[in-house]
């Protein structure tokens, strides 16, 4: 148990549908990320939210939509993905944005048919 | 920008022998530098990090890392491996930028009896 919760842990979606993916965290932390982690890739950092405040990463495409409501929760809204967006979702918190130890969740596996 | 290279994406061990796992890293000034674990259907745990204080560090299951800088290098040992210490192997620098932290492609440890 990391602190860090995502459900759900699977999720299988055609490209038209709307799903959302959800994140919580009870360790006081500041910051949530969401990486995507691909199979032979390093792991990507899609977004940050510091202090509830989105940090952007502009080389994230649209059809991904965060919203960090507090700061013990976070989602990632998923609309007409494509298949190549098939892979691990890993939501992850730490206690500010310096770059010290980050905690993560145990994932969500995306499939896009 | 900072960066780390994984100098191999599968490492075979035996039972009880000794494991090495490399990581080279690219810093223009003196890193922060992390190894972290995934085991099967997990997320990302932090197994020791290195902040500049004692070049050798000790982390969690009897793994340590050594930083050395004339080597720029920060590899992962543990003197006898364990069943259950097959996962994937994160090493990770410290960074400036949006993406705080940089991940290796990682480096797979399989463990036989």
């Known amino acids: 148990e990391t602190g860090v919760t995502q459900t759900p842990r699977h999720l299988v979606m055609g490209m038209t549908n709307k799903k959302s993916l959800k994140c919580e965290q009870h360790?006081?932390?500041?910051?949530m990320y969401w990486y995507k982690q691909s199979a032979k890739k390093p792991l990507e950092l899609m977004f940050v939210?510091?202090?509830?405040?989105?940090?952007e990463n502009n080389s994230v495409p649209s059809r991904f939509s965060p919203e960090c409501p507090n700061s013990s929760h976070l989602f990632l809204h998923l609309h007409t993905l494509q298949p190549e967006d098939s892979a691990l979702y890993l939501c992850?918190?730490?206690?500010?944005?310096?770059?010290?130890?980050?905690?993560f969740g145990e994932g969500s596996w995306l499939t896009v048919v | 920008a900072q960066s780390v290279t994984q100098l191999d994406s599968h490492v075979s061990v035996s039972e009880g022998t000794p494991v090495l796992l490399r990581c080279n890293y690219s810093?223009?000034?003196?890193?922060?530098l992390f190894w972290y674990v995934q085991h099967p259907n997990k997320g990302l745990q932090l197994l020791l990090k290195?902040?500049?204080?004692?070049?050798l560090v000790k982390g969690i299951n009897g793994f340590e890392a050594e930083f050395k800088k004339s080597e720029t290098s920060f590899h992962l040992t543990k003197p006898s491996a364990h069943m259950s210490d097959a996962a994937e192997y994160f090493c990770?620098?410290?960074?400036?930028?949006?993406?705080?932290?940089?991940f290796g492609t990682g480096t797979r440890l399989l463990v036989s009896p």
């Open positions: 992850a918190s730490s206690q500010d944005r310096s770059g010290n130890t980050i905690y």
């Open positions: 360790l006081g932390h500041n910051a």
């Open positions: 939210y510091s202090l509830e405040e989105r940090v």
């Open positions: 810093s223009s000034y003196s890193p922060s």
């Open positions: 290195y902040t500049s204080a004692a070049t």
């Open positions: 990770v620098v410290r960074n400036t930028g949006f993406q705080k932290l940089v």
